[in-house]
């Protein structure tokens, strides 16, 4: 992962949890600047070095609780954090020189989908439910089977997640589904199946399944399965080391600050493409 224009500049938000200090950890190590990070008063890190919080070097900088004030100098801007701090961010950044967005959030509402792809006039935004590089290669895989399957295969995606998660289901389960979704030429809402729940929760043909499992430190695992009468085909990906994460947003960084404005994916950076 290299920037042929010389170091590149983020500030990151939620810098105090567990993925904002693994996004300033992979950020150190990769010669990448951090001009400043945000964090809520309750994570009690206002006076912490960056760098100590992220397990490497001192930096010179503590978190401050404004977008505007961490992102002053920066060119791209990273958050992973809740949905209503995410929106709250991009209306603080237009009056910054920050000229692209790497948006690892999710559970967004409509509303706030909205808001974000508004938002992508002002800024090069890249999107995405999860920035490993091994999942967006299975939300490829996942489009091209859908396209090349009948509606006789059943479509499930089950997916696993430590106990703290708070969106279910995940932003990648959904990613995954509406990839299915797009290679049957259709948009998610209209082929997502209700939660199987109650006496006649029957499988309807032609629909996409999700289940969900919440269990102690799991990093995250994602199987999409195709099911026939006859035949199962199985999709998976497990993530061993959350820095996955990371270096892919970072991966994304440094592509999305020479895009012009517009809401990207991780297909558009791996250049993968929709192939359907």
Known sequence: ???PEGPLSVAIAGIAGRMGRQLAAVSIDRG??????????AANAYGEDIGILAGRRAVGLHPVADAASAAADAAVWIDFTRPEATIAALKSLAATSVRAVVIGTTGFSAAEEDAIASASSRFAIVKAGNFSIGVNLLEALT????????TDWDIEVLETHHRMKADAPSGTALMLGAAAAEGRGAPLGELRSAPYDGPDAR???GRIGFSVRRAGGVIGEHEVTFGSEK????LSHTALDRSVFAEGALHAAIWAAGQAPGHYDMNDVLGLGHTG
Request: aromatic share 0%; net charge positive; charged share 30%.
């Open 32 to 41: 990448i600047r951090i001009t400043g990070g945000t964090e809520v008063a």
């Open 143 to 150: 489009r091209l089977a859908a396209s090349r399957l009948g």
């Open 203 to 205: 499988r309807e043909t």
């Open 1 to 3: 992962m290299t920037n």
């Open 231 to 234: 035949e199962l085909i199985r």
